[in-house]
């Protein structure tokens, strides 16, 4: 058994990070640290390693005198998000389903039904529901590099994520997708998992565009 040790610096990045995602700090104002700390209970170095992981991940970004601020969604990133995620996913997760051993499948089953719970209950847990479930088809093999690339760009993908799901159907349609992932997935059907995972992105992509249209 793994024993995962989380410092308060860990804590506090995780709850930001989900006020990110979820949207509940503003994009506009600078991120108040004294309040913040205070509000969190906890002393400002901790608030200040878990902000400066999150400008890392490239959701905060920091100005002189301005402090950190939410970094704004855009069109432009989201195009970049997805396309480095056509690049590297699909063909990642063909080799992880070629690759994984039976408990490598155990845990993106897991990861499969963890999501689908979250998705009929949080949004912003959906997120990072979806971003364990997609590290885990990649995972399988070894490939730390490849592995991380992925989670990172998932991270960075979660608030579009959400964005994505927030019209009606929408997260029917991903269910069914990512059902017909998992199931070849498991079932070592590499250019399905392949075909699958690129028409999944893609879709996505499509229908941000167009929410980001709408909205200009």
């Given at each position: ?213 709408a909205t200009a």
């Amino acid at each position: 058994m793994t024993i995962v040790v989380r410092t308060l610096s860990d804590q506090v990045f995780e709850i930001v990070r989900e006020r990110i995602v979820s949207g509940s700090i503003p994009t506009s104002a600078p991120i108040r640290q004294d309040a913040l700390a205070a509000e969190l209970g906890v002393s400002k170095i901790p608030l200040r390693e878990a902000l400066a992981r999150l400008e890392q991940e490239g959701l905060l970004v920091s100005q002189a005198n301005r402090g950190y601020t939410v970094r704004p969604m855009s069109a432009d990133q989201a195009d970049e998000i997805y396309a480095l995620r056509l690049a590297i996913e699909p063909l990642a997760a063909a080799r992880g389903a070629a690759e994984a051993t039976q408990r490598e499948q155990a845990e993106a089953l897991a990861a499969f039904h963890a999501l689908d719970t979250a998705a009929s209950e949080n949004l912003a847990e959906v997120a990072v529901r979806n971003r364990d479930f997609h590290t885990a088809l990649v995972r399988p093999g070894g490939r730390l590099l490849t592995t991380q690339l992925v989670e990172r760009l998932a991270v960075l993908a979660e608030r579009y994520v959400i964005t994505h799901l927030q019209p009606a159907g929408r997260e029917d349609r991903a269910h069914l997708e990512h059902r017909e992932l998992i199931d070849a997935w498991l079932g070592r059907e590499s250019s399905t998992v392949e075909a699958v995972m690129t028409r999944h992105l893609a879709a996505t992509l499509d229908d941000l565009r167009a929410q980001f249209s709408a909205t200009a």
